[in-house]
């Protein structure tokens, strides 16, 4: 079955880097759209960047320019360098997979990214 496994996450003080990855198995990796939400306490969960099999990227405004998401293909991991970090980027940081007329599905564990002012 489909797996992701979600690392990197931590305790930062403002302004500071994170580096998360998440390592999938159980797809064609290469094939599909993916993407990292966060869900912070009490917050609807938010789709933080994205990245199509291609290469396309989004992001969500509140992170543009200091978030950036990246793949590798050779080792089915999706990357998402976070710079400038701020408190309110404080959250569970998941990653998942886009299936065409299902949606987004299939979380893993997730990763807790602390931010400290």
């Known amino acids: 079955q489909v797996q992701f496994v979600e690392s990197g996450g931590g305790l930062v003080q403002a302004g500071g880097s994170l580096r998360l990855s998440c390592a999938v198995s159980?797809?064609?990796?290469?094939?599909?759209?993916m993407g990292w939400y966060r869900q912070a306490p009490g917050k609807q969960r938010e789709l933080v960047a994205s990245?199509?099999?291609?290469?396309?990227?989004n992001y969500a405004d509140s992170v543009k320019g200091r978030f950036t998401i990246s793949r590798d293909n050779s080792k089915n991991t999706v990357y998402l360098q976070m710079n400038s970090l701020k408190p309110e980027d404080t959250a569970v940081y998941l990653c998942?997979?886009?299936?065409?007329?299902?949606?987004?599905?299939?979380w893993g564990q997730g990763t807790q990214v602390t931010v400290s002012s």
């Open positions: 159980g797809i064609i990796f290469r094939s599909y759209t």
């Open positions: 998942s997979y886009y299936r065409a007329g299902l949606g987004w599905g299939n």
């Open positions: 990245i199509s099999s291609g290469g396309g990227t």
